[in-house]
Every structure is written in structure tokens, then in C-alpha cells.
């Protein structure tokens, strides 16, 4: 019966890879590509991407205060709900009452 554990600092078989996984052709030079360079190439909107990118990436406050962001968030909904439910049944009430 063989060890069903492999060997410590065995032999491993070589591994042939295609040519073009060896020596890929260079990427292609798409607008984005081209818009990416000609912004790194200006410290200005280098900077600007760069503090883009920090904003973009900040904790929320939802996730810093998840419990308080839940309760504003239900009332919030809840009022709406109730101030679409309300006027829905107002114009219910208009309507029927001018039919007359």
C-alpha cells in the first residue's frame, strides 16, 4: 500500500507552456490605455485621481454606525410610506366625492 501523503522536497515535472503564455504579446494600446497615460503624465490629474481614489475607498458612515443608520433608515421609509399611503387615499377620497 503507498503513502497517500506526497514527499517533502520531491521532484516535480517540468512544466511546458505555450509560447504565448511564455512571451505574451504587450497590451493593447486602447483610448483607455491612452487616457490612463496622459492622466499619469499630469500631476494635476494624477493628484485628482489619486484623491478620487481615497474618497472613493473612505469608511461610509453606514458602516461606521450601522445600528443608527438602521433606524433612520426605517423611519425615513416608514414616513414616506405613510405620505404616499395618505395621499394616495386623498386623491381616492377627491375622486370619489367630485363623481358625485
Known amino acids: 500500500m503507498s ?17 504565448w503564455m511564455r512571451n505574451p504579446e504587450p497590451p493593447r494600446r486602447t483610448l ?8 499619469d503624465a499630469v ?12 474618497w472613493r475607498d473612505r469608511t461610509r458612515y453606514s458602516e461606521r454606525h450601522p ?3 438602521a433606524i433612520v433608515s426605517f423611519a ?6 405613510t405620505l404616499l399611503i395618505t ?5 381616492f377620497h377627491q375622486i370619489t366625492h367630485r363623481a358625485l
Open 3 to 19: 503513502d497517500p501523503t506526497p514527499r517533502t522536497g520531491g521532484h516535480r515535472a517540468r512544466v511546458d507552456l505555450p509560447d
Open 43 to 54: 500631476p494635476a490629474l494624477r493628484d485628482a485621481r489619486r484623491r478620487l481614489w481615497l
Open 32 to 39: 483607455g490605455r491612452r487616457l490612463s497615460t496622459l492622466v
Open 87 to 91: 395621499g394616495t387615499l386623498y386623491l
Open 76 to 81: 425615513v421609509v416608514a414616513l414616506t410610506a
Open 67 to 69: 445600528v443608527i443608520s
